[in-house]
């Protein structure tokens, strides 16, 4: 059998992102094996109608006693169960099968579900069965027909019934208690009492309720799916000097696309051919488009802007940036965050709790009093619904995602919710100075000679050096050569000296290119000069270079803090950030004059790696928790060291994008207070959703005991309180 064909109910509706997103966007492909034994493998699933923590529980359980599975982890809101098992025992159409068993419906996530509508459409005309039978027992009932009117009303409460009786029947087979259980209890003990249109009107306002929550949460699902929509899914691809639209699957890296004016870019890739802007605001949020031309990398999900692009392809459709930043974000949903970890145990208590309260509200009045059973047998079956803790478990995960989604449109990834919550405690910022304060547009300035060496030489000497570094003071050295017309020799025996420079050979002479505190370690002395003592005090950056061991000159080196530095750091301290650092390699004056220039706190300049880990674990202790803000490469210890590390352009940087716990795709500072402000607002909105919630409960409880609420009250209640929190945390999608 084909998995996603008909089998207890195991068939499904197409998924509007079947084209696979999750595990490294491996879903396009079958389950994979492990490279240690072909026998283990993995697959992920969409699974439609899994909206809530206790059907999480009943798939579960369903599932964990198949032999041959090894493992299960679900992603609620985003619908997928990602299955671990052994292929010599078990294979994925028995998985789809047993999960059918639960009134749920399961498919490969790479694979077309064979049935449209399904669960949705039924749901729909049932509840308006329901709605109909209640609106004909009424007038029923007013035309003095009371026998009709009973069973119109009764007959609307089975309509509305359906759905939750068979989840409640999968519940029941899985040993567990949801609210479809608890729900069914309690229209049939309301029917047993002669309450029919409390029954119908029960179940009635349970469906709209439900309904209304499908949507809500759909909302939230969707905001995941717009990433996976940004890129296409056909590229106009060049073979045989014909232009032909083929689907991206089936593009190789080295293949050369066409992407005309207007068009998304389907895959990443190098320009070889044409000019254009090109709109990069779908990966990094970034506003202004970008001019691109032959060499320049472009990114699936942008946007070409005027003119024609021949681009050749580094890049599969699964390993594009793209796609490892959906993969990223997916990830990062299920990465629980320590609130939703302290919701999820209390809601394990809270449950069995209430229903031990209720079978005593239904025995110890009667029993103890003589009060009328039928009563405290009714107050105990709204208690039941009420015991349901669905909006309490859904109030955390919904926000969490819908805040990482909005956070990834703006081109900042954050890494799970465990991140998102220190971001949010976060009270001080240490920054890395050179490429992140500043804008790392470094350019020389003056070239010094100090021996007989000319200046021509000092500099051809210096950039053969510099070739091998990829340090922005190194890329500025190269640049000046060549505007110069300065022919690069080749340098051998390279060592980079982290930190504080580089040495190489050149033309048979030892070069060594650093700072001070290089040419200290090395024991060469450096000639003091004027020119070089003005350029210190006026906060530039002086590289020297020695020949064989002497020192034979210097360059002066410049940056300037980016036009949006001070403003970001005064948004900071609006946001509550009670102290901003600056932590740098660079000279003591060139960090004095960038934290003048931007009213800094402190700063610490000449600093080592080792260094800033050290002072990142001091800011900590003496100020609260750090946010430590670098290129996520040379300040790999400091990021390492804060509670939370940001790195920043990681947008074409694997390494980037893999070391911090929330990355900037472009190198716009203002996205750090969005980021800080964007996890505040969340943890409030978290908090606020729990409270919502917790008082529904708490408010009904007390109701329920005295009698003053009824079991459609309690329905709303408790599947509205849903509606509520979803929607309340659906407004983070809109945080700019």
């Known amino acids: 059998m084909a998995v996603g064909e008909p089998s207890g109910g195991s068939a499904s509706r197409p998924s509007t992102d079947a084209r696979g997103a999750l595990s490294g966007v491996e879903g396009r492909n079958p389950p994979y094996a492990c490279a240690t034994c072909e026998l283990h493998a993995e697959a992920v699933f969409r699974v439609e109608g899994m909206d809530c923590n206790e059907e999480v529980v009943i798939l579960e359980r369903r599932l964990k006693p198949l032999v041959g599975l090894e493992a299960v982890s679900a992603d609620l809101i985003g619908q997928r169960l990602h299955v671990k098992y052994d292929a010599a025992k078990l294979t994925t159409s028995a998985i789809v099968d047993a999960a059918g068993q639960t009134g749920m419906r399961m498919w490969l996530e790479h694979e077309e579900p064979a049935i449209e509508g399904g669960d949705i459409a039924w749901r729909w005309r049932l509840m308006v069965a329901c709605g109909l039978g209640i609106v004909a027992g009424l007038a029923l009932a007013a035309s ?23 989840r409640a029947a999968a519940a029941i087979r899985s040993r567990t208690l949801d609210i479809n259980t608890l ?73 050369e696309i066409l992407v005309r004016p207007g068009d998304k870019v389907p895959l990443d890739g190098v320009i070889v051919a044409g000019h254009s802007d090109v709109n990069e605001a779908p990966l990094t949020g970034e506003s202004l488009p970008v001019d691109k031309g032959p060499g320049d990398e472009v990114f699936a999900g942008t946007i070409n802007g005027h003119g024609a692009l021949d681009v050749r392809v580094t890049r599969l459709v699964r390993d594009t940036r793209l796609a490892r930043i959906i993969h990223l974000v997916e990830t990062a949903q299920a990465s629980r965050a320590p609130v939703q970890a302290f919701v999820d145990r209390f809601a394990r208590v809270y449950t069995p709790a209430v229903l031990v309260f209720a079978a005593i509200v239904a025995v110890v009045p009667p029993l103890a009093g003589g009060a009328d059973a039928s009563v405290w047998v009714y107050r105990a079956l709204v208690l039941l619904v009420i015991s349901c803790p669905c909006a309490l478990v859904i109030s955390t995960p919904v926000s969490i995602v819908a805040a990482l989604s909005a956070a990834a449109r703006n081109g900042v ?23 992140t304060l ?23 000497y210096a950039a053969a050096v510099e070739a091998r570094s990829e340090h922005p003071v190194a890329r ?10 300065i022919e690069i020799p080749p340098a051998t025996r390279f060592a980079a000296v982290p930190g504080m420079g580089a040495e190489a050979d050149v033309d048979g002479v030892r070069i060594v290119v650093g700072n001070e505190r290089l040419f200290e370690a090395r024991q060469i002395p ?35 803090p980016r036009e949006t530095a001070r403003e970001a750091i005064g948004l900071l301290r609006e946001h509550g950030v009670r102290r901003v650092a600056m932590l740098t390699g660079d000279h003591k004056w060139t960090a004095a004059r960038v934290a003048e220039e931007l009213r800094l706190d402190e700063y610490h300049a000449g ?14 202790n003496r100020h609260g928790p750090v946010l430590m803000v670098g290129d996520g490469i040379n300040d790999a210890p400091a990021l390492a060291a804060a509670d939370v590390g940001i790195a920043m352009g990681a947008a074409g940087s694997d390494a980037a994008l893999e070391s911090a716990d929330v990355a900037l795709m472009s190198d716009e500072l203002l996205r750090v207070p969005y980021a800080i402000r964007l996890a505040r607002a969340t943890i409030r909105n978290v908090r606020t959703n729990v409270a919502i919630s917790l008082a529904l409960k708490a408010a009904f409880l007390v109701m329920a005991v005295t009698g003053t609420t009824t079991l459609w009250m309690a329905v709303l209640a408790d599947t509205g309180a849903s509606v509520v929190v979803v929607g309340n945390a659906l407004r983070l999608l809109r945080a700019r």
């Not at 349970?206 to 949460?217: G, N, P, S, Y």
């Not at 590289?543 to 210097?554: K, T």
Request: aromatic share 4%.
């Open 438 to 460: 500043t804008r790392g547009e470094l350019r020389v300035t003056d070239v010094l000679p100090l021996d007989t060496v000319s200046s021509r030489d000092v500099l051809r």
């Open 607 to 620: 600093l080592l790696p080792e260094q800033k880990y050290g002072l990142v674990r001091s800011l900590s």
């Open 526 to 560: 450096v000639p003091q000069a004027a020119d070089l003592e003005r350029a210190q005090h006026e906060g530039k950056s002086v590289v020297v270079v020695s020949l064989n061991g002497a020192a034979a000159g210097a360059l002066v080196v410049a940056d300037r």
């Open 413 to 435: 990834l954050v890494k799970g919710g465990v991140h998102l919550e220190r971001l949010a405690a976060v009270r001080v910022v240490a920054f890395d100075k050179t490429g």
């Open 144 to 166: 003095g027909r009371p026998a009709a009117s009973a069973a119109c009303l009764t007959a609307a409460a089975v309509a509305g019934g359906v759905f939750p009786a068979r």
């Open 183 to 255: 729900m069914v209890v309690a229209v049939a003990g309301a029917l047993v009492l002669g309450e029919w249109l409390e029954a119908a009107a029960v179940v009635f306002f349970f469906a709209v309720a439900q309904w209304l929550e499908l949507r809500t949460m759909e909302r939230a699902r969707q905001a995941i799916r717009a990433l996976v929509d940004l890129s296409p899914r056909e590229a106009l691809a060049r073979r045989n000097g014909v232009d032909a639209r083929i689907p991206v699957d089936d593009i190789r890296v080295g293949d």
């Open 476 to 485: 500025a050295i190269v640049a000046h050569a060549r505007e110069h017309g």
